[in-house]
């Protein structure tokens, strides 16, 4: 199995044989790492904002503490339509808006996104190229889209890559 880093897909050169419990496949790589650490003073956003792909960070609670600008730009919504909300709420899944709201419906215990994130909050363990399928309400249609996604523990808070989606959110109306 090829070690590339989850954030700039670059190799990792590794001594740990592939079926250790060590997942350094998913981890980050020291250059990645490094600009984190390089400027502790450096906001969250402005690091995820350098990497290429959408990120978003998930905090425990399941809502988004913050997105960068490539994930703004796939979901059409600026950070005040991001921030502080659930992430059903923030693709527009069909169930976030219902009676209990996001992540306490009963369709909620099968999402594939709440899921991953929820058990590498859990495990610690990352994931990668996970494929989902959520149905989003866009007016008056719902339609199901089809994405990999990859999460990372990263501090408090579990970062979701956008690996693939494909069918691509801003051509699409979420208004009626």
């Known amino acids: 199995m090829k070690r590339i880093c989850a954030w700039c897909n670059k190799s990792l050169e590794t001594n740990i044989p592939p079926d250790t419990d060590q997942l350094i496949t998913h981890g980050i790589c020291e250059a990645c790492a490094a600009r984190v650490l390089a400027n502790p003073a450096e906001s969250l956003l402005d ?6 792909v959408p990120v978003l960070a998930i905090l425990s609670d399941a809502k988004v503490l913050t997105a960068n600008q490539k994930a703004q730009a796939l979901l059409g919504k600026g950070l005040p339509q991001i921030q502080n909300y659930r992430g059903g709420e923030v693709i527009e899944c069909q169930y976030a808006h219902l009676g209990n709201g996001c992540g306490f419906e009963v369709h909620c215990h099968s999402c594939t996104i709440r899921k991953t994130v929820l058990e590498t ?4 363990k990352s994931r990668l190229k996970v494929k989902a399928y959520p149905d989003l309400q866009i007016g ?6 089809s994405l990999l996604i990859s999460t990372q523990k990263f501090g408090d808070f579990v970062l979701l890559r956008i ?3 494909r069918d691509r959110l801003e051509d699409l109306s979420f208004s009626d």
């Open 47 to 52: 690091f995820l904002d350098r990497l290429e």
């Open 121 to 124: 909050f859990a495990t610690g």
């Open 140 to 145: 008056a249609e719902v339609k199901t889209m």
């Open 163 to 165: 690996d693939d989606l």
